[in-house]
Antibody, heavy 123, light 113 residues
Framework: EVQLLESGGGLVQPGGSLRLSCAASGFTFSSYAMSWVRQAPGKGLEWVSTFSNSGGGSTSYADSVKGRFTISRDNSKNTLFLQMISLRAEDTAVYYC???????????????WGQGTLVTVSS | QSVLTQPPSVSGAPGQRVTISCTGSSSNIGAGFDVHWYQHLPGTAPKLLIYANSNRPSGVPDRFSGSKSGTSASLAITGLQAEDEADYYCQSYDTNLSGSYVVFGGGTKLTVL
């Protein structure tokens, strides 16, 4: 059974940093692209970032987080990360870890999601 | 403002049929990218409902169906049940000069009357 378990959320002041983790199990983690998707309070789903296995491992980011967020993964520990710096109030959201159905997320779907972890940016 | 446009809400009585539209443009759905649909209950993990326009993952009832034409896609739910009350999102890909990226619709809240 595929399981994705996010952790690391919490309350942080504007300008602060936070590192999210997503522990994966039930599939060969290293073979699949992984992504982060967020949902701000009262809003819809917003793609944040993807770590693809194609091209030796490529990353992509939404314009809203580019230069502030860094996605990474540790295949030996089946874990996906999202390092977030210079956090803003508008980054407040539930952050979901999502598995792509292939090694590249290009044009692809998210076939499994975690339950999410809440990040609140406020003074 | 989402790249893909969905109606904010739809409703229907138990047993009825409802459809949810997802309108894009020539840089996403119209460019040939597949459309995927998700069901999301607040506080839970979103669930893949339809992938590649019209395919159902294992375990999804055949009451749910999807279609795509031109720059739009639709999700249809027949035999509406109380448990179908949730938020529904379409997802595709968009490509422009700065690259390609995942796009979602704004979401549609389905109310079962």
């Amino acid at each position: 059974e595929v399981q994705l378990l996010e952790s690391g959320g919490g309350l942080v002041q504007p300008g602060g940093s936070l590192r999210l983790s997503c522990a994966a199990s039930g599939f060969t983690f290293s073979s699949y692209a992984m992504s982060w998707v967020r949902q701000a309070p009262g809003k819809g789903l917003e793609w944040v970032s993807t770590f693809s296995n194609s091209g030796g491992g490529s990353t992509s980011y939404a314009d809203s987080v580019k230069g502030r967020f860094t996605i990474s993964r540790d295949n030996s520990k089946n874990t996906l990360f999202l390092q977030m710096i210079s956090l803003r109030a508008e980054d407040t959201a539930v952050y979901y870890c999502a598995k792509c159905s292939g090694g590249s997320c290009y044009g692809d779907r998210f076939d499994y999601w975690g339950q999410g972890t809440l990040v609140t940016v406020s003074s | 403002q989402s790249v893909l446009t969905q109606p904010p809400s739809v409703s229907g009585a138990p047993g009825q049929r409802v459809t949810i539209s997802c309108t894009g443009s020539s840089s996403n759905i119209g460019a040939g990218f597949d459309v995927h649909w998700y069901q999301h209950l607040p506080g839970t993990a979103p669930k893949l409902l339809i992938y590649a326009n019209s395919n159902r993952p294992s375990g999804v009832p055949d009451r749910f169906s999807g279609s795509k034409s031109g720059t739009s896609a639709s999700l249809a739910i027949t035999g509406l049940q109380a448990e179908d009350e949730a938020d529904y999102y379409c997802q595709s890909y968009d490509t422009n000069l700065s690259g390609s990226y995942v796009v979602f619709g704004g979401g549609t809240k389905l109310t079962v009357l």
